[in-house]
């Protein structure tokens, strides 16, 4: 499994890619793997203040919930409306879909998140298929 | 791989969704030897079925089988189970995983006084059900058993993968047309069998279904699940089972309690829920009426992965379950608006 080299990962198996001073965040090929079917997602509104570490959405499979972590903290200003009526993109496309871009508050906290490798090590050692 | 009541299952194999429409479409196939299996035989065999199940198995010819419960002398659930008549004087009854060593001790304990042979099998049979409108034709080429001649919810013995005398039912847990077929339990043997189901149902696209498919499956069908629609805390008429009870059997355990219950109101009636608004309703979560007062909870819930919406079945106080009220769900800390609709969600297309 190859995750992008212009992302940085969480534990939480969420992704973010910087672009100047907004980010767009999505869950990783693993997180949707472990998931299984993604029937739906549930994000917020454009103008909401998310903080790093904290829950912002929950995204769901038939078998399971999940909370979505914040990588960062910042305001979200688009949301990817496709994922309320397609939400099993994420499963063919993890790393392509993303769910909410943000204007990042403090882009220095993206200094601590996992490198493409952290991530991948991380991964193989929870056990991951 | 969950845990499942001691049991190492698979949740999936490829995905809930793809295995749930294969077996509304072709054919899914299951490994389902969780489940248990007692056989009652002897002189009494049918007295002690009846004392001890709620539907009334002196109805069942030889090769038939019903659906029916063991029930507590409150008339509350000790399990449900499917009720075959094997023989003259042979009844099996097939028993959920969970509560194998429970049933068994029941069963034993209740038919004392009855002139009848109570074995527990369930470690002796390798179960694997082949379900969807393609079952037919999967097992067909399987097996020398004369299968049209097998209707819903009857049974037969034939050859099957080369194993001579196997029971084979018509019957399952899925809301679609199909069979369970026992065959002996050692590893070699059912290995084989599993395999050479899958690759004679190759060719009508069958798949491997795990736990997940199963639950997806069963909700949609309005099939009740033990430890949710019933339990031993809930009575008959309240899950609605009461076409499965046979009130004018003079007696079984729980018929009084039953009896006496009728004469009551019901505090909580079983519903079957739509969502509305965005939101799934999970197992446990609350149940609200419009005003946010909370007034029941719900027993299953998911994605239906054939009917494409989210349904849940539902305690809820008879007065607020008429078709078509509208309540709440509680998700996520959130109300979603839901509605009561008829139930089973699901049915099976009528054959041509």
């Known amino acids: ?129 | 791989m969950v845990d499942f009541n001691g049991w190492d299952m698979p949740v999936e194999y490829s995905g809930i969704i793809a295995e749930h429409m294969a077996v509304r479409t072709g054919v899914g196939v299951f490994d389902v030897s969780h489940m248990g299996d007692i056989r009652l035989a002897g002189p009494d065999a049918l007295a002690a079925v009846q004392h001890i199940s709620m539907n009334d198995a002196s109805r069942l010819a030889i090769g038939q089988a019903q659906y029916s419960a063991l029930l507590y002398p409150q008339g509350t659930f000790v399990d449900d189970v499917i009720v075959h008549r094997l023989g003259e004087e042979e009844y099996l009854l097939v028993i959920n995983a969970g509560t194998r060593e429970k049933d068994f001790n029941w069963v034993r304990e209740n038919s004392r006084q009855f002139n009848c042979r109570v074995e527990n099998l369930s470690d002796d049979f390798t179960q694997i059900a082949i379900q969807g409108p393609k079952g037919v034709e999967v097992l067909l080429k399987l097996t020398d058993a004369a299968l049209s001649a097998v209707k819903f919810y009857w049974v037969t013995r034939g050859t099957v993968c080369g194993l001579k005398n196997t029971l084979i039912a018509r019957t399952g847990y899925t809301g679609e047309d199909g069979f369970e077929i026992y065959v002996p339990s050692d590893e070699p043997t059912s290995a084989r069998v599993w395999n050479e189901v899958l690759e004679a149902g190759r060719e009508f696209g069958a798949i491997p279904c795990g736990l997940g498919a199963r639950n997806t499956l069963r909700l949609e069908a309005k099939l009740p699940l033990y430890g949710h629609e019933i339990s031993d805390t809930i009575n008959v008429w309240e899950a609605g089972l009461d076409r499965f009870c046979k009130m004018e059997k003079p007696e079984f355990i729980g018929r009084e309690a039953l009896a006496r219950a009728k004469a009551y109101p019901m505090v909580r009636t079983l519903i079957g829920l739509e969502m509305i608004d965005r939101g799934i309703a999970r197992d446990s979560y609350k149940v609200l009426d419009l005003a946010g007062k909370e007034i029941g909870y719900v027993t299953s819930g998911s994605y239906a992965p054939f009917l494409k919406k989210n349904v849940a079945l539902a305690y809820v106080p008879p007065e607020l379950s008429l078709v078509g009220s509208e309540l709440q769900v509680e998700c996520r800390g959130a109300g979603v608006k839901a509605k009561v609709v008829p139930t089973p969600f699901y049915k099976k297309p009528k054959k041509r």
């Open chain 1, 1 to 129: 499994m190859s995750y992008p080299a212009d992302f940085k990962y969480t534990k939480e198996h969420e992704w973010i890619k910087p672009d100047g001073a907004t980010a767009a965040i999505g869950i990783t090929s693993y997180a949707q793997e472990s998931l299984g079917d993604i029937v739906f997602v549930d994000l917020p509104k454009p103008g909401t203040e998310i903080t790093a570490g904290k829950t912002f959405g929950s995204v769901e499979s038939v078998k399971a919930v999940s909370d979505l972590y914040a990588p960062a903290s910042g305001t979200v200003t688009e949301v990817n409306g496709e994922l309320a009526t397609a939400p099993e993109k994420i499963n063919k496309d993890a790393h392509g879909s993303w769910m909410v871009k943000i204007k990042l508050k403090n882009p220095d906290e993206l200094k601590s998140l996992l490198s493409p490798a952290d991530y991948e090590k991380f991964v193989s050692e929870e056990g991951g298929h």
